[in-house]
């Protein structure tokens, strides 16, 4: 009994730093969807969106809850701003420089994090810091069951926002076909911009979500390593998809780490993602799709 | 300005293009060759390590310039390289033996990597190299019995022919003759239907499969090469440092080793030479640039990642053609001075390649 109880508490712990990468790789595949770009600066951004909650709510003194959505906002701008400014201009270029550009403004992110905030780890108190919940006999941290539960409402909002609004409607024309949107009257540049701003607000919300479980520091934008497991492992491009590969990989690596000597801990998500792509190139989830000439 | 009369077809096929060209090679090499007699042991050292990052940089030159692959596990390779030579040496093995089994088991890396990612490419090729790199990094960290993890592990002193390649300025005739050969390689590679084949598969694997060519052999050369390479590269860097510690041949230095390639400029061997002098000598240029700086910009500790950054950020949007892509633009501009024409090198706007239905 006690056996199973401790193999809940692993999938549960496991779970939640899953719904971590899960929300991050949510971010990835938002703007793959549409613009068929990949932001490798997707974890320095969250980075960048933990720090501004610190701040907000550290030397601000403002209320969690305020703090929080206040952060999830200046980074949407920040995101929005990134497009605009620096993405745009590489549109139609070969892939990797995209890669490789992204890469750089991660350094640059990271630096100027590390400028303002310090190199070292911060973090605040949360309603849900060291508290626990018991369900039956089991113990479950707050921390953990808030990650839960943050995700699921994240996801129905966006939910509701992809499937009633206008805009975000609009989004899923642009991201099937930009030509056809772009005739309908949707403004395509913009709304691709306002989808790098949710991506960044998305992967802000992990950050906040996160803070309680671990601290923020300057190098935890190599979470989204992880993170693209979790996309790949989805199917890059299916929104629940990323979801579900994230709590695998999470919950895959919080077994790892009990039953397998150490050191496979660390490379469980590098397995599955290259394991995913060489038997199951498409992901679980995947979009049927053929390279047209 | 020198205009070639080409008059039959082998002329297309020579490494030189003229006899200027092998004059002003010749006379580099020269100087290449006595500088140690004239500088201190310090910059010999730095350019033994600029080297290093170039035969590297030439290894991941043909991989991501010419044949469009992009590799973020580089740096695996180098790593590969690194600790079999130092293994083996330890084992008693002589450093003629030693070096090419670097570049074997780097080639063979390569090629267990490359096989199971021919169908993979741009951004998902980039991602799996990312974890490939990534799970030989952690190898290196916990083999303790063959890597002595985060002990480190001491790289002996090689002899070749009886002569000892010891100190700054061993390591730095031997990257040169390294070096020397890796471009020789590159550069007859290029003007072989192998090289052909690798440029055709990076302007359109498409276009380049209905002309017949084999894209799974093909792109496993690459690899191979390129690994073999970047293998004997590591061998070099082994005694460069003296001691292996596993955390250096993380994502950061296989960044670096991209850096190279996009700074350089793509689809060049001179701007291979030109990115490992970039990334090489940049830390040195923010070094000396500090005592000029105000004290509060001076101590800034990220520094020089975010100049890293910046720079790299900035060649993509402005200058996708690099350092050597500019030269040549200089170059041009001097050579026709009054007549220079804006378009004569003006970027064409492409729409984005969709790889969906």
């Known amino acids: 009994m006690a056996d199973a109880a401790r193999l809940l508490q692993l999938i549960i712990n496991g779970a939640a730093s899953g719904c971590i990468y899960g929300i991050i790789a949510l971010g990835f595949v938002l703007i793959y969807k549409a613009t068929e770009l990949v932001n490798f600066a997707q974890g320095d951004i969250m980075m960048l969106g933990g720090f501004t909650a610190f701040s907000l709510i550290t030397w601000f003194g403002l209320n969690y809850w305020v703090g929080a959505i206040l952060a999830v906002l200046i980074t949407a701008g920040f995101g929005f701003l990134l497009d605009v400014i620096v993405i ?3 549109m139609g270029q070969p892939q990797f420089a995209v890669v490789m550009l992204t890469l750089g403004l991660g350094f640059i992110f990271r630096a100027a994090a590390g400028i303002i905030w310090g190199y070292d780890s911060v973090g605040y108190v949360t309603p849900f810091t060291n508290k626990t919940v018991k369900i039956g006999g089991l113990i479950l941290g707050a921390d953990s069951l808030s990650v839960l539960g943050g995700t699921v409402l ?17 989004m899923q024309a642009a991201s099937q076909n930009q030509l056809a949107a772009y005739y309908m009257g949707i403004p395509v540049r913009t709304v691709f911009s306002l989808i790098w701003a949710i991506a960044a607000g998305v992967s802000a919300v992990a950050a906040i979500l996160l803070t309680p479980i671990s601290m923020i520091d300057v190098n935890m934008g190599f979470l989204g390593i992880k993170a693209f497991a979790a996309a790949v492992l989805g199917g890059f491009g ?3 998809g990323a979801l579900v590969g994230g709590v695998i990989i999470g919950i895959a690596e919080q077994l790892a780490g009990f039953y397998l000597p150490a050191g496979f801990q660390d490379v469980t998500s590098n397995v599955v993602l290259l394991g995913t792509l060489i038997l199951l190139p498409q992901g679980l989830f995947a979009e049927k799709m053929v390279k047209r000439v | 300005m020198r205009y070639l009369f080409k008059t039959s077809y082998s002329q297309d096929l020579t490494i030189w293009r003229h006899n200027g060209d092998l004059f002003w090679y010749g006379l580099l090499a020269a100087v290449m060759f006595v500088l140690p007699f004239v500088l201190g042991t310090f910059y010999i050292g ?6 290093i990052f170039a035969i590297a940089g030439v290894g991941l030159m043909l991989l991501t310039g010419y044949t469009g692959l992009v590799n973020l596990g580089h740096a695996a390779f180098l790593g590969i390289g690194a600790y079999t030579e130092a293994v083996l040496l330890t084992a008693g093995w002589p450093f003629i033996v030693t070096l090419p089994m670097s ?5 063979i890396a390569g090629i267990a990597i490359g096989i199971p990612t021919l169908r993979m490419s741009g951004l998902y090729l980039a991602i799996a190299t990312l974890a490939f790199g990534q799970i030989v990094a952690t190898v290196l960290e916990k083999w303790d019995s063959v890597t002595h993890g985060f002990d480190g592990m001491p790289v002996p002193i090689p002899s070749i022919f009886g002569v000892q390649i010891q100190g700054a300025t061993g390591v730095y005739y031997a990257a040169l003759v390294v070096l020397v050969f890796s471009l020789w390689v590159a550069c007859n590679i290029l003007r072989t239907p192998l090289g052909r084949a690798l440029v055709a598969i990076r302007d359109s694997e498409i276009s380049a499969q209905s002309m017949g060519i084999n894209l799974a052999l093909y792109k496993t050369i690459s690899f191979a090469v390129a690994a073999f390479l970047t293998g004997l590269a590591g061998a070099l860097f082994a005694h460069y440092v003296n001691f292996l510690a596993p955390d250096s041949f993380d994502i950061l230095l296989s960044i670096q080793f991209l850096t190279i ?3 350089g400029g793509i689809g060049s061997l001179h701007g291979v030479i030109f990115g490992a002098l970039f990334v090489r000598l ?3 240029a923010i070094a000396i640039a500090r005592d000029y700086l105000p004290s509060k910009l001076a101590h800034l500790p990220g520094l020089e990642p975010s100049v890293f950054g910046l720079i790299l950020v900035l060649v993509i949007l402005f200058e996708p053609a690099g350092i050597y892509g500019r030269w040549l633009k200089t170059k041009e501009y001097f050579q026709a001075f009054p007549m220079h024409r ?3 090198f003006r970027r064409q706007r492409t729409y984005t390649r969709s790889e969906r239905v």
Do not use: D, K, N, W
């Not at chain 1, 994240?154 to 609009?170: D, K, M, Q």
């Open chain 2, 342 to 344: 804006r378009s004569a």
């Open chain 2, 46 to 51: 730095e350019l033994g390590a600029v080297f």
């Open chain 1, 88 to 90: 745009r201009r590489v």
């Open chain 1, 238 to 240: 299916s929104i629940p």
């Open chain 2, 282 to 284: 940049l830390p040195q």
């Open chain 2, 103 to 107: 570049g074997i088991l780097a080639a």
């Open chain 2, 261 to 263: 390639v996009f700074v």
């Open chain 1, 154 to 170: 994240l996801c129905i909002v966006l939910y509701l926002f992809f499937s009633h609004t206008r805009l975000g409607i609009a």
